[in-house]
């Protein structure tokens, strides 16, 4: 079984920074990806920006040049760090993460909110 805990969410305003971070534990053999979703109110959930094999990265258009997504040297915690946000990028973030336990598959965290306003 594998656990997530997102942590960072909350209020900032139009232009400011925002880290969310996720810390990914349990029996893990391999992590082949980490990434960030988010899902506006009233939209469908959509990908933010995704780590492949601690190296190759992956972003929506929507936020490329202003968010950043990292991994740390342990390899299981993923942090995305926002600038520059918009009042769009309001949404409920979740951490995703593929890994190889004793099956390949995918784990969701329980998501947390990110609201920019003024």
């Known amino acids: 079984q594998v656990q997530l805990v997102e942590s960072g969410g909350g209020l900032v305003q139009p232009g400011g920074s925002l880290r969310l971070s996720c810390v990914a534990s349990g029996s893990m053999r391999t992590i082949h990806a980490m990434s960030w979703h988010r899902q506006p109110p009233g939209k469908e959930r959509e990908l933010v920006a995704s780590i492949i094999s601690g190296v190759r990265t992956i972003y929506a258009d929507s936020v490329k040049g202003r968010f950043t997504i990292s991994r740390d040297n342990a390899g299981n915690t993923v942090t995305l760090q926002m600038n520059s946000v918009k009042p769009e990028d309001t949404a409920v973030y979740y951490c995703?993460?593929?890994?190889?336990?004793?099956?390949?598959?995918?784990?969701w965290g329980q998501g947390t909110q990110v609201t920019v306003s003024s």
């Open positions: 995703y993460v593929e890994v190889t336990t004793t099956y390949r598959g995918g784990y």
